[in-house]
């Protein structure tokens, strides 16, 4: 199995995407995440600095937020459709609303896989407060009514919802291990969805929590023969990332955090055999 590593694009917006797309390149990643613009120019300029750069593109969907649901599924929809005809390796979809009903978020569910039916492009739905799946629990109950349901596992969404590393909810983030074919690998924690730096001493039971979490999916996607997995570092800026007070300058490099994290899994994963710490075969 290859393990394919990608950048947000969050947080270097400021950046041209030539720029941009050189710098990702060079620090080492597959690709990028990010979403597709609709304007025409802004399109091509994204996609043709990809390929400059020989870099993967994974379409991002976060658009959720109309409150109405019959408007909500038909932009919902119409961006999956949009992210689709860029060819993405897979698009990563923040499906929903927590305070839509099951059966609301449920056809939403339906309606991704019929575009994925439709273009053949993979949607996983990602691990999100504010979305669907916004807590273990209540994404065990989705589990268990949609069998063909897969994910992207943010869990540091979960820590911050239940205010813990989710030692009380074994059973649903096993469930949730074997339904995720994508990883984000943010550190979260009992009070927030990111750690302020994962290399430092006073985060590492969170940091080695998170790492368990990720073992036992890399464990199970090797064992199912599957050809790949992909992984996006996706530390966020500023106020993901915590401010000096007065100033607004984030206390730590998000691009550094982001290319150690790159580093960290390149070298526990490179091996065909380790040894997973949480829920492996």
């Not at 065990?140 to 349901?149: G, T, V």
């Not at 982001?258 to 960290?264: A, D, E, I, P, Y």
């Amino acid at each position: 199995m290859t393990i394919r590593f990608f950048c947000p694009r969050w947080g270097s917006e400021a950046l041209s995407w030539p720029v941009f797309c050189r710098q990702v390149k060079a620090a080492g990643y597959d690709g990028v995440e990010a979403e597709v613009p609709f304007s025409e120019a802004e399109r091509a300029e994204m996609l043709d600095a990809l390929a400059g750069s020989d870099l993967l593109l994974i379409g991002q969907y976060y658009q959720s937020f109309d409150r109405d649901f019959d408007q909500h599924a038909r932009q919902y929809e119409r961006y999956l459709t949009h992210l689709a005809s860029a060819r993405p390796v897979l698009i990563n979809a923040q499906t929903g609303k927590d305070y839509f009903t099951p059966e609301q978020n449920a056809r939403l569910f339906g309606l991704a896989a019929d575009r994925e039916a439709a273009t053949g492009i993979p949607v996983y739905h990602e691990t999100h407060r504010n979305k669907a799946l916004f807590a273990a629990h209540v994404a065990r109950d989705y589990f268990d009514r949609l069998p063909s349901l897969k994910i992207t596992a943010d869990f540091s969404h979960w820590c911050c919802v239940s205010e813990s590393l989710l030692e009380q909810q074994p059973e649903a983030v096993a469930l949730a291990c074997e339904r995720a074919y994508h990883i984000h690998s943010r550190v979260g924690h009992s009070q927030g969805p990111q750690v302020t730096d994962p290399r430092l001493p006073e985060w590492k039971a969170a940091l080695d929590v998170h790492l368990s979490w990720w073992d036992a999916i890399v464990a199970r996607r090797r064992a199912e023969g599957v050809e790949q997995l992909t992984i996006n570092t996706e530390f966020g800026p500023a106020p993901y990332l915590p401010t000096i007070p007065f100033t607004n300058m984030p206390i730590a490099s998000q691009w550094d955090i982001n290319v150690s994290m790159l580093h960290l899994l390149k070298q526990r994963y490179a091996a065909e055999t380790y040894a997973p710490t949480y829920g492996g075969d």
